[in-house]
């Protein structure tokens, strides 16, 4: 035998053992690609958090981003109501990893002196000045829908979830796997809301039958923004669903939620509206001390971001 054909003879079980090594290996290289996002689809939830500027925004918002962070294909709307978009919070969000939408609108205080609803102003305290601050969110949460109305219709995939989000509530992770289900609107318990440890929908054989809410029981949905969700692409399907300035405090979720759904159509989640995945809680006012009672006029640490 010489010397070549032995060489073309290891080339050839060289090459057997190729195609054999590459059509009976366990793990080909292509198998990586399949992975369980395209074989199972989730819908991207959209959540709404209108914000505004105080001592414990940064806390607040970094509480709840880092919740965030561990829902998958979700896609933040931060509404500040500010004249201009804030350094505090354009950093902070792109520090945050987050798909995020950035938007602001400042809320129009001479509008609120025709509402008579005084009661959802709170006296805002800033490191540096006091203002009244009327909370409700009303031209933030619109904006947000007209920006996602304008991506939708560019997106291919117009399928998703909308969820109005406060910066200072507690959610578990498994509201987002809630909503996810919905077809049309999904609804579950809030805890600690409206003097209540819990407000809910009742149910009854697998139907929403009524509330149990003792603050303004008369609103058409007496459930708290926390307790609800609604699929995106109804959005588009109800171009004027929005919020309006012209109701009482309290009737916001009511105001929404008549462009979509009646009561005995809501979706109960959380095992027919048993389990608390979402707390109004809120986050106590700090009290600090005035910088004019301080010793030195312009205090050290005033250019720390806190
Ligand atoms: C909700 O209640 C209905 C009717 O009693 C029942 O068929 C269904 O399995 C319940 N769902 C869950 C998730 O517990």
């Given at each position: 035998m010489?010397?070549?054909?032995?060489?073309?003879?290891?080339?050839?079980?060289?090459?057997?053992?190729?195609v054999?090594?590459?059509?009976?290996?366990?793990k080909?290289?292509?198998?990586?690609?399949?992975?369980?996002?395209v074989?199972?689809?989730?819908?991207?939830?959209?959540?709404?958090?209108?914000?505004?500027?105080?001592?414990?925004?940064?806390?607040?918002?970094?509480r709840?981003s880092q919740?965030?962070?561990?829902?998958?294909?979700?896609?933040?709307?931060?509404?500040?109501?500010?004249e201009?978009?804030?350094?505090?919070?354009?950093?902070?969000?792109?520090?945050?990893?987050?798909?995020?939408t950035?938007?602001?609108?400042?809320?129009?205080?001479?509008?609120?002196?025709?509402?008579?609803?005084?009661?959802?102003?709170?006296?805002?305290?800033?490191?540096?000045?006091?203002?009244?601050?009327?909370?409700?969110?009303?031209?933030?949460?619109?904006?947000?829908?007209?920006w996602?109305?304008?991506?939708?219709?560019?997106?291919?995939?117009?399928?998703?979830?909308?969820?109005?989000?406060?910066?200072?509530?507690?959610?578990?992770?498994?509201?987002?796997?809630?909503?996810?289900?919905?077809?049309?609107?999904?609804?579950?318990?809030?805890?600690?809301?409206?003097?209540?440890?819990?407000?809910?929908?009742?149910?009854?054989?697998?139907?929403?039958s009524?509330?149990?809410?003792?603050?303004?029981?008369?609103?058409?949905?007496?459930?708290?923004?926390?307790?609800?969700?609604?699929?995106?692409?109804?959005f588009?399907?109800?171009?004027?669903?929005?919020?309006?300035?012209?109701?009482?405090?309290?009737?916001?979720?009511?105001e929404?939620?008549?462009?979509?759904?009646?009561?005995?159509?809501?979706?109960?989640?959380?095992?027919?509206?048993?389990?608390?995945?979402?707390?109004?809680?809120?986050t106590?006012?700090?009290?600090?001390?005035?910088?004019?009672?301080?010793?030195?006029?312009?205090?050290?640490?005033?250019?720390?971001?806190?």
């Amino acid at each position: 035998m010489s010397f070549v054909n032995i060489k073309k003879q290891y080339i050839a079980i060289g090459m057997l053992l190729f195609v054999v090594l590459f059509f009976f290996n366990s793990k080909p290289a292509f198998q990586c690609q399949i992975t369980p996002e395209v074989t199972t689809y989730l819908p991207t939830i959209y959540g709404i958090t209108p914000t505004y500027a105080r001592l414990a925004q940064k806390a607040d918002l970094t509480r709840l981003s880092q919740t965030l962070m561990l829902v998958k294909n979700f896609h933040w709307i931060v509404i500040e109501d500010s004249e201009k978009k804030t350094k505090l919070v354009e950093n902070f969000l792109k520090e945050s990893t987050l798909k995020y939408t950035h938007l602001n609108v400042k809320t129009n205080s001479s509008k609120h002196s025709t509402v008579m609803d005084i009661n959802i102003c709170l006296f805002k305290t800033d490191t540096f000045n006091t203002s009244w601050y009327c909370a409700s969110g009303v031209e933030q949460r619109n904006l947000a829908l007209d920006w996602l109305r304008k991506h939708l219709k560019q997106s291919e995939d117009k399928r998703g979830v909308v969820y109005f989000m406060d910066d200072d509530n507690t959610y578990s992770l498994k509201v987002f796997d809630e909503m996810r289900k919905i077809n049309k609107v999904g609804v579950w318990p809030v805890g600690i809301v409206g003097g209540m440890r819990v407000e809910m929908p009742l149910v009854k054989d697998g139907k929403v039958s009524g509330y149990n809410a003792v603050w303004k029981p008369f609103r058409p949905f007496p459930i708290d923004m926390a307790g609800f969700a609604i699929n995106a692409t109804l959005f588009l399907e109800h171009p004027n669903a929005m919020f309006s300035r012209k109701v009482q405090s309290g009737f916001q979720e009511s105001e929404i939620l008549k462009y979509f759904t009646k009561t005995e159509d809501l979706e109960p989640l959380a095992e027919n509206c048993t389990k608390v995945l979402v707390w109004h809680t809120r986050t106590q006012k700090p009290s600090i001390i005035s910088p004019s009672k301080l010793k030195h006029p312009i205090p050290p640490d005033s250019h720390i971001e806190v």
